[in-house]
């Protein structure tokens, strides 16, 4: 019988390994997160590269330590394995380096992620007046309203470049996750509650977001745009908006809070009444049992 030879085998393993490495070199501008496009998006890549750094460092180490102990321990034939002593308990130094170093690790990840948390809390640029929109999660849509404004908008949204935006989260129904992975991490947005989330477009574009959150039979469809626009150009499109598009009433934002699927709609008004009647639908969804 011939004798097998894994040599072979694992240099192949090594090269796809090398060439899946290679590869992956070239994806960072197809892998949205590793792409951002605000303030917000690249604090957390920032952290994103961190945890890969330390990651790699800890698989060099564990690999370098595997393939030293199969060389220098291996049995061959007619002689012992070198140095190896079966009898061998406790090493002080060695228990110390493997308990001191990931504590080390842990700290340097875990203190930069609590700063980012708290700083993430607020404005992310200090300069100019933040915009808030209140977003609303609805089987299987995205409702946004423009306190500001007064329009809203649903599967779209449409936020000036350069201007923080606080974006206040709720839903009617089942609670989803409000993710625009090009400009920050996601948040869920639940019944009966208002999570907010700050995220900042640096510059004009189209950024695609997402319900990052099972949902039901729709949930597929559930993405949305994010129309980033200069300040002239979103003062322009509000004003055409007021002008042209239809006023949001009552009969049509009912529809709105039912399971379904639409296109994306504008409308050139918004009532604080259709806030209320969705808080309270939203505190239906939550209280009521079975209720979707």
Same mark, same amino acid.
């Given at each position: ?46 952290? /994103? ?238 209280? /009521?049992?079975?209720?979707?």
């Amino acid at each position: 019988m011939p004798k097998v030879r894994p040599r072979k085998k694992s240099t192949k393993l090594g090269l796809a390994v090398i060439a899946s490495l290679l590869l992956l070199t070239g994806c960072g501008q197809r892998i949205t997160v590793l792409n951002p496009q605000g303030p917000v998006a690249r604090q957390e890549y920032h952290l /994103i590269i961190l945890s890969i750094v330390i990651m790699s460092f800890v698989l060099a180490v564990v690999m370098t330590i595997f393939i030293y102990v199969l060389v220098k321990f291996r049995a061959r034939p007619g002689k012992d394995p070198e140095g190896y002593n079966p009898e061998l308990a406790g090493y002080g130094k060695l228990e110390i380096i493997w308990t001191v170093v990931p504590i080390l690790m842990m700290i340097a990840l875990a203190v930069p992620t609590v700063k980012m948390i708290y700083r993430l809390q607020h404005p992310p640029t200090p300069t100019g007046d933040p915009m808030t929109i209140q977003v609303t999660s609805v089987d299987w849509k995205w409702i946004f309203e423009y306190p500001q404004q007064g329009i809203e908008t649903v599967n779209y949204v449409a936020i000036p470049a350069g201007i923080p935006v606080d974006f206040k989260l709720s839903a009617v129904g089942p609670m989803n996750s409000f993710w625009v992975p090009a400009l920050g991490g996601q948040e869920y947005a639940m019944p009966g509650m208002n999570m907010p989330l700050w995220l900042e477009a640096s510059n004009p574009g189209t950024y695609l977001g997402w319900g990052a959150n099972f949902t039901g039979a729709g949930f597929a469809d559930m993405h949305f745009n994010v129309l980033s626009k200069s300040q002239n150009a979103f003062n322009q499109w509000v004003s055409n908006v007021k002008q042209t598009a239809p006023k949001l009433t009552e009969v049509t934002y009912r529809k709105l809070l039912q399971p379904g699927e639409v296109p994306t709609m504008t409308f050139s008004s918004m009532d604080s009444q259709f806030t209320q009647m969705n808080a309270e639908m939203s505190s239906l969804s939550q209280t /009521i049992p079975g209720k979707q």
